[in-house]
């Protein structure tokens, strides 16, 4: 008689099961390359970023102000320009720039003389803005563009504000208050922050829903710190101040709500200067650590300029930061204290080292 060959039952389940194997191997695998290409076009896209500030420097003297509040603000409203839309020709986007009524400001509204005057460009998103490997479709301000790449303003605010390099022009009485050149960035260029990343707000989310314990979306939130300091820019003794508040920040309960969840990247195009979350961020809490404002002044919501508001990012373990010489470093979660604060001043007179971060 003639006998069919073919697989038995076990065979079959032995294939099955190493192919299974195999998949659980690659998946990895194919993930973690695809996070480095993301990764990758994160970094050229802040060398960009770098770039752009370099040229803005050689055509303007100086480094763009985070935000020219009061003299280009909105009629009551507040806010103004940033510094995205000042390197505008600097990112090759010269017809946007162009577009732009900087007589009407970035948040005119029907109920201003000039009503959606600039609605063209805030809508518009612009792609070099984002990191690929934030996650998040909707844009927290829909329908305006949002960001991911944010500006250094120094810090921590309740020692000094904007002591860092993307600072306003003008603010009150402040002592560190741009224009900024590099000159003026005594620290030197290799050794201080120009930009770094943030991920963006949740669109449609209630302003407590959020809690500290919700992992990612705890990042992209704003929390009040358990501990209130109420006054800023206290000067070099409040150095004991600012570690109690980065501490507080840190041992925030899990169920803690927060109080903000849509003002991370919430305009790409506006400004003001006591508002952070929106186009900034400081070195106050390490990288990856929580957005934690302080209950004791105004302006919550956005940070405040006394509130720690550090970078974050979906790449594991740290973040990418653009140095004010144009070149990228990653800086892992980890890094100690007094080396994070050192990198966000241009002037403080710090010491570090290369091993430091």
């Not at 010269?94 to 959606?116: E, R």
Request: hydrophobic content about 35%; some cysteine; proline content about 5%.
């Amino acid at each position: 008689m003639r006998h069919r060959r073919g697989f038995t039952l076990i065979e079959l389940l032995v294939v099955i099961a190493i192919i299974a194997v195999l998949i659980a191997l690659l998946l990895p695998a194919v993930q973690s390359a695809r996070e480095a290409a993301r990764r990758s076009q994160c970094v050229n896209n802040l060398k960009q970023l770098g770039l752009a500030v370099h040229n803005y420097q050689s055509a303007m003297g100086c480094l763009p102000a985070h935000t020219t509040y009061p003299t280009a603000q909105v009629y009551s409203s507040g806010w103004s320009f940033n510094w995205t839309v000042s390197i505008l020709p600097q990112m090759e986007l010269q017809s946007m720039f162009n577009a732009f009524n900087f007589s009407a400001g970035a948040n005119a509204a029907a109920t201003t003389p000039l009503g959606y005057a600039n609605t063209t460009v805030a809508y518009t998103q612009v792609g070099s803005l984002l990191c690929p490997s934030d996650g998040k479709l909707q844009r927290p301000g829909s329908p305006n563009g949002t960001m991911n790449y944010m500006g250094n303003t120094g810090g921590p605010g309740h020692v000094y504000r904007y002591t860092g390099t993307i600072v306003p022009f003008a603010w009150t009485a402040q002592r560190y208050l741009g224009p900024v050149d590099f000159a003026s960035i005594t620290d030197g260029t290799s050794n201080t922050a120009l930009f770094s990343e943030r991920l963006i707000g949740i669109l449609g989310a209630a302003a407590t829903s959020i809690h500290a314990g919700d992992g990612q979306d705890a990042l992209r939130a704003v929390f009040n710190n358990t501990v209130s300091v109420g006054t800023q820019d206290q000067g070099g003794g409040a150095l004991a101040t600012a570690v109690s508040f980065a501490a507080g920040c840190k041992t925030l309960a899990s169920t803690a709500a927060s109080i903000a969840t849509v003002t991370n990247g919430n305009n790409w195009t506006k400004g003001y200067p006591q508002h952070q979350s929106n186009s900034t961020y400081n070195h106050y809490g390490p990288p990856n650590t929580l957005n934690c404002a302080d209950p004791g002044e105004t302006n919550t919501t956005y940070c405040g300029y006394g509130g720690s508001c550090p970078p974050n990012s979906n790449h594991s373990g740290g973040v990418n930061m653009c140095m004010t010489d144009g070149s990228v470093k990653f800086i892992k979660n980890s890094i100690v204290q007094q080396a994070w604060w050192a990198l966000g001043s241009r002037a403080g007179g710090e010491v570090l080292s290369a091993d430091s971060f």
